[in-house]
């Protein structure tokens, strides 16, 4: 379980690694929602940054969509919380991601203009490939409450739109 951790907060702050998805012990229901739902605040707090610090309209359409669609499954989430009369349960990962957030968004807040544009589309792009892995390949297969598979395949198929919508901001931004 520390490597996925380790993994994943590396990721998170340096995007263009790739993911080994063969280590992970499994998470219980309530730590997997926990994780889930941290990373979609995660990335409404990169939003509120982008919409903050660029002046780019693609990227403020970009992060007005993180902002609609990640507080929609949050929500969502929440709902299902309520419905089963369960906490989620803080772990390791959720940590790891807070802590690797933290670092990228101080390294994103001293930058500006196409720079902060690149480095913000950049790590979008790694962020939704790191946690479409993780969704797929850990969480779904993993849970064993069928709502919260469902909400979480079901959201699996809006970040995967992201992860998309992030490369080809990436390859727009000519940020190579």
Known sequence: MKKIFKTLAVLICTPTIAFSANAADKMNDLEIAHAAYTAGELD???????????????????????????????RQAV?????????PE???????LVKGAADKRAELMKLSGKSFDCAYATNEFGYHQVVNQTVEGKFIPSVTVPQLKDLLSEALVTFKVHEGH???????????
Do not use: W
Not at 47 to 74: G, Q, Y
């Open 44 to 74: 409404i707090r990169y939003a509120h940054l982008a919409l903050a610090i660029s002046e780019n309209p693609d990227v403020h359409n970009f992060a007005k969509t993180m902002l609609r669609d990640h507080a929609a499954v949050n």
């Open 79 to 87: 709902a299902l919380i309520k419905e089963l009369n369960v906490t």
């Open 90 to 96: 803080d772990n390791n990962l959720s940590r790891a």
């Open 166 to 176: 992030a490369g080809m901001m990436v390859k727009k931004l000519q940020c190579s």
